[in-house]
T-cell receptor
């Protein structure tokens, strides 16, 4: 059972436009969410996170929105750049069960930004 | 900061041999490290949580005798795939928990068992 779902396997946008990557989750115990970016043959790189007590977190071109009632979060990248082309993973964790903060990942969305 | 080094990046071995993968946090101490496995076009699946100085906690369905984890110091965790078989071929990736409970990942190890 996939607790974190990224229903779009791929997304293509034009350089300079906004990229919106979506993520849904089913476990209401999740209270911390992260986005990672992954290039081929490299490990995921942390991008941005958000706690469940917030509904928005912004860092430069990246903004994450959280809608707890809908169990949905999204990552906005604006303006998109060709170097943003990568696989983006949504991940979620819960503080229950100790302080290890285990992550549950979605399957990822391949973003392609066209020049 | 927050660099995690994983070695080797690629290993090819014969069936029945054991393979050790190292995960090091280079510029921070990590009391907790994680080991994941990723199949093609799938998400990263957590295999086990490794805490320094104690036994690893394995996820359901992961054989602890097959995947030996040692976290002997605050900067090093190792995963040994014992008596590897072709079905163990996969992409293995580690992470280390840093500040603000963010996990920082290594570059991964591509294991191919012939």
């Amino acid at each position: 059972d996939q607790q974190v779902k990224q229903n779009s396997p791929s997304l293509s946008v034009q350089e300079g436009r906004i990229s919106i990557l979506n993520c849904d989750y089913t476990n209401s115990m999740f209270d911390y969410f992260l986005w990672y970016k992954k290039y081929p043959a490299e490990g995921p790189t942390f991008l941005i996170s958000i706690s469940s007590i917030k509904d928005k977190n912004e860092d430069g071109r990246f903004t994450v929105f959280l809608n707890k009632s809908a169990k949905h979060l999204s990552l906005h990248i604006v303006p998109s750049q060709p170097g943003d082309s990568a696989v983006y993973f949504c991940a979620a964790s819960t503080k229950s069960g100790g302080s290890n903060y285990k992550l549950t990942f979605g399957k990822g969305t391949l973003l392609t930004v066209n020049p | 900061g927050a660099v995690v080094s994983q070695h080797p990046s690629r290993v090819i071995c014969k069936s029945g041999t054991s393979v050790k993968i190292e995960c090091r946090s280079l510029d921070f101490q990590a009391t907790t490290m994680f080991w994941y496995r990723q199949f093609p076009k799938q998400s990263l699946m957590l295999m086990a949580t490794s805490n320094e100085g104690s036994k690893a906690t394995y996820e359901q369905g992961v054989e602890k005798d097959k995947f030996l984890i040692n976290h002997a110091s605050l900067t090093l965790s190792t995963l040994t795939v014992t008596s590897a078989h072709p079905e163990d071929s996969s992409f293995y990736i580690c992470s280390a928990k840093g500040a603000k409970n963010i996990q920082y990942f290594g570059a991964g190890t591509r294991l191919s068992v012939l």
